[in-house]
């Protein structure tokens, strides 16, 4: 009975551990300050609901000249995402910033965040139908390695400092 415990040990496969892949790009954006708001949340409706479909997460960080996404999922799904992205009429200038495998997803809960122009923290947002555009989500704080990626986002910006 030992004997064939020690084969079967022998012949299991090695635990396959999940590997993701981050992908963040900048660009500027298009959308002209009328209607921005109303454009942002349709973009954004739409972009939830594609990201979700394919299970890619991230944070999208928006300003009145640039956005800067971090894409994290399966290597395949979060490529085919930035290719049509960086096709999108919305905005010019895509510029990949860093793309790499990671153990862990840092963004797994977030779909979008907003730079405040001030400095301020960062704002998750959801998508409004109802208002026409996009309102904030209930806060919840950031994790020291959402801190790291996000500062990174904004640095590419100019939109932070650190």
Known sequence: M???HQAAQETRQPVDVQTYFRLIYRSHSLIPATG??????Q???KARSKN??????????V???????????????????YDGISRDHRHEDVT???AQAVDHRVFSRWAMAEV???????IPLISDRDHGGITPAAPHPSTRE????????????????V
Do not use: P
Request: aromatic fraction near 4%.
């Open 2 to 4: 030992a004997a064939e």
């Open 36 to 41: 921005r708001k109303a454009a942002l949340g």
């Open 43 to 45: 973009l954004f409706s």
């Open 52 to 61: 979700k479909s394919v299970n890619v997460t991230g944070a999208l960080l």
């Open 63 to 81: 300003t009145d000249h640039y956005f800067v996404q971090a894409l994290e999922g399966d290597e395949s799904a979060v490529r085919a995402l």
């Open 96 to 98: 990949l910033l860093d």
């Open 116 to 122: 405040s122009k001030d400095g301020s923290a960062d």
């Open 146 to 161: 959402q801190n790291e990626v996000l500062r990174v986002m904004r640095n590419s910006i100019g939109a932070d400092t």
